[in-house]
């Protein structure tokens, strides 16, 4: 007797995220308007550049002088407290907004960054990334990971200083100006 199999399909990490999600002021690591704060904001494409609405992303960061939170209670927004942890969906259009701080850096010379997390249909397996500050050219110029890189691909991981002070990344899956995706192992 001959059996044939049938592969189950393919699971994905996405757009099923109902469960626990959203959870009130979830992309706001501060309060809006509080000292400090500025917006972070981009859109996320796919391949062919057609925005993504249904990606959600994590983002941690340190501090405005560099510390990187180490207390429990992200979850809890208070309205006072920077929590260096966010998550937010993008909208229909596939843009995505966090209030945060301009993060320090956490060593002196290093460069300062944000790191993030993104989940998307069609992907297996979460995406990890870096949104460095445009500023200091001379800690970007000597960062670990950006020197490993090629500068066109450097420039998928430097936002843009918007007018208002904040800034702009958008992040692109797949195709032209691939952001650079980083796997932890």
Same mark, same amino acid.
């Given at each position: 007797?001959? #059996?044939?199999? $049938?592969p189950?399909?393919?699971?994905t990490?996405?757009p099923? +995220? %109902?469960?626990?999600l959203?959870?009130e002021?979830?992309?706001? @690591? ?7 704060? =500025?917006?972070?904001? &981009? #859109? $996320? +494409? !796919? &391949?062919?550049?057609?925005? =993504? ?14 510390? $990187?939170?180490?207390? /429990?209670?992200? @979850?809890?927004?208070d309205?006072? /407290? ?9 909208g229909?259009?596939? $843009?995505?907004?966090? /209030? #945060? ?12 960054? =944000? ?6 249909r %069609?992907?297996?397996? *979460?995406?990890?990334t870096? =949104?460095?500050?445009?500023?200091? /050219?001379?800690?970007?110029?000597? !960062?670990?990971?950006l020197t ?8 998928? @991981?430097?936002? *843009? ?18 952001t650079?995706?980083? !796997?932890?192992?």
């Amino acid at each position: 007797m001959s #059996t044939k199999l $049938v592969p189950t399909p393919g699971q994905t990490v996405g757009p099923f +995220y %109902g469960y626990a999600l959203p959870f009130e002021k979830d992309n706001e @690591l501060l309060a809006p308007g509080s000292a400090g704060s =500025i917006r972070l904001q &981009g #859109t $996320v +494409y !796919d &391949g062919s550049g057609q925005a =993504i609405p249904d990606a959600i992303l994590e983002i941690w960061q340190p501090d405005a002088e560099g510390k $990187v939170v180490q207390r /429990t209670g992200s @979850l809890v927004r208070d309205g006072y /407290t920077f929590t260096g942890w966010g998550r937010g969906a993008v909208g229909n259009s596939g $843009v995505f907004t966090f /209030t #945060t701080v301009n993060p320090g850096p956490t060593k002196p010379g290093a460069a300062a960054f =944000i790191s993030v997390a993104i989940f998307a249909r %069609g992907l297996t397996n *979460r995406l990890f990334t870096r =949104i460095y500050l445009p500023e200091d /050219t001379e800690a970007l110029a000597n !960062d670990p990971l950006l020197t490993s890189l090629e500068p066109e691909r450097r420039q998928t @991981l430097i936002a *843009r200083r918007d007018p208002d002070g904040g800034l702009t990344w958008d992040i692109r899956l797949q195709g032209e100006g691939e952001t650079v995706f980083l !796997d932890f192992q």
